[in-house]
């Protein structure tokens, strides 16, 4: 059973960092390629950052370049998001999420892709 569970979400005044952890399990997560979606209230949820299995490639949306990194630990079964410069736009809940399929180097851009999602970890950016 794929579980997905979010943590190090919080509340920062703008400028600042954090760093979203994604705890996996339930599937050989070295397999998969991994990424990092968020929904504003009122918006759609979108592709934040992506990563290969071997972390060899990295995506990022155009609005988190240079701010943001994305990284996994393939040994702890753990895909991670710094976030740094942090802006008030960038609040939003965060999700992590596993590639519909295994050994694809990117994961599918559109939500409608995934029949699971975690609870998501809350990140609210203050001015």
């Known amino acids: 059973q794929v579980q997905l569970v979010e943590s190090g979400g919080g509340l920062v005044q703008a400028g600042g960092s954090l760093r979203l952890s994604c705890a996996a399990s339930g599937f050989a997560f070295g397999n998969y390629a991994m990424g990092w979606f968020r929904q504003s209230p009122g918006k759609e949820r979108v592709i934040v950052a992506d990563i290969s299995r071997s972390a060899y490639t990295t995506y990022y949306e155009d609005s988190v370049k240079g701010r943001f990194t994305i990284s996994r630990d393939n040994t702890k079964q753990t895909v991670y998001l710094q976030m740094n410069s942090l802006k008030p736009e960038d609040s939003a809940n965060y999700y992590c999420?596993?590639?519909?399929?295994?050994?694809?180097?990117?994961?599918?851009?559109?939500?409608?892709?995934?029949?699971?999602w975690g609870q998501g970890t809350q990140v609210t950016v203050s001015t």
């Open positions: 999420v596993r590639a519909p399929h295994m050994f694809t180097s990117r994961v599918d851009f559109d939500p409608a892709s995934y029949g699971y």
